[in-house]
């Protein structure tokens, strides 16, 4: 037998022997699909945003077709998506969970100042690092926008100088969350509740110093309530929403007018 024709015949048996090796481990070795997984992974919004607390909407996907966890994580998808997911799984539908990002500041123009000039690149993660940001308050928003910049519903924007929420436009995805450099978007469910807008935890009169909308810790909020729902972490008001029946004395007390009534 010519010698080239018995080498390609062995290399040809080589590959043949590999291929059905292969195909063998792969029919008992290899990993099944899950159709159900798949299924919903088809009716998610695919933007793998993490709102969930999922690493992206496969995740969510295969921990749903297990059957343990709720079908109203994805605030994203909304109630379209709960609606397939629950017929996929063959269970009862439920409002999906309505939640909003908020911004925790309001030291806009009128309320703060800055402390320096600056120039240099113009985003909010460049600005922090000089000096914890421009502002005078060190806690409170930048204002150049990297949150608008990762929004892909065009539900933020700047007002005179820092960040405002369009609650209309809002999916709560979280997306704004994770660029924010000072750590001050948060995603509260939405409905009527008062809120602290505010991140401010310096000394009553630091805060005082720097901005007129700050919480200054008097406690004049923790006084009126009648639930029990304030409380104050290094000298913050915080409200407990599990105790909060939204009466709306707190904002009423409220003398730097830091504790809104959102909707």
Known sequence: MDSFLLAVLIVAGIGLAAGIGLALANLFMGVKS????????KVLPGINCGACSFSGCMSYAEALST??????LCTVGGDEAVKHISEILGVKAAAADKKIAHIFCQ???GYTSKKY??????TCKAVSTMFGGDGACRFGCIGLGDCIEACNYGALSTEDGIVVVNSKKCVACSLCINTCPKHIISLIPKKKTPLVLCSSTD????TRKVCAAGCIACKLCLKVCEYSAISFNEGLAVIDRNKCFGCGKCAEACKSNCIVICN
């Open 117 to 122: 000039i600056y120039q240099g690149i113009n």
């Open 107 to 109: 030291g806009n123009g």
């Open 34 to 41: 899950n159709e159900k997984a798949e299924a919903i992974y």
């Open 203 to 206: 000394k009553g009169k630091q």
């Open 67 to 72: 059957g343990r966890i709720k079908i109203t």
